[in-house]
């Protein structure tokens, strides 16, 4: 059974800085592609960032290229989400889960999604 526990949402200001962490347990970290994903109020979720397993490769959604940065720590079975200059339009749960096949673009291509942490950003 996998278990994922995200950590590290809370409420920032525009221009600030938050580190979102994904703890995984439950089978082999270092082989499965994880992904980023968030849902705000009233909206669909959608696809934020996801990273390769081996030879990391990150896939970041438009919207918050050049301000996010997916990584991982195999050694800790963790992901994390670097997320800097914040802005309001940032405001939404965020959820990671694991990748089954697809687009890594679509939230449909992943499963065992975690319980997601809130993230809140005022100006």
């Known amino acids: 059974q996998v278990h994922l526990v995200e950590s590290g949402g809370g409420s920032v200001q525009a221009g600030d800085s938050l580190r979102l962490s994904c703890a995984a347990s439950g089978r082999t970290f270092s082989d499965i592609v994880m992904g980023w994903h968030r849902q705000a109020p009233g909206k669909e979720r959608e696809f934020v960032a996801a990273?390769?397993?081996?030879?990391?490769?990150?896939y970041l959604a438009n919207s918050v290229k050049g301000r996010f940065t997916i990584s991982r720590d195999n050694t800790k079975n963790t992901i994390y989400l670097q997320m800097n200059s914040l802005k309001p339009e940032d405001t939404a749960v965020y959820l990671c889960a694991i990748y089954r096949g697809g687009s890594f673009y679509s939230t449909n291509s992943y499963g065992y999604w975690g319980q997601g942490t809130q993230v809140t950003v005022s100006s």
């Open positions: 990273i390769t397993s081996r030879s990391p490769t990150q």
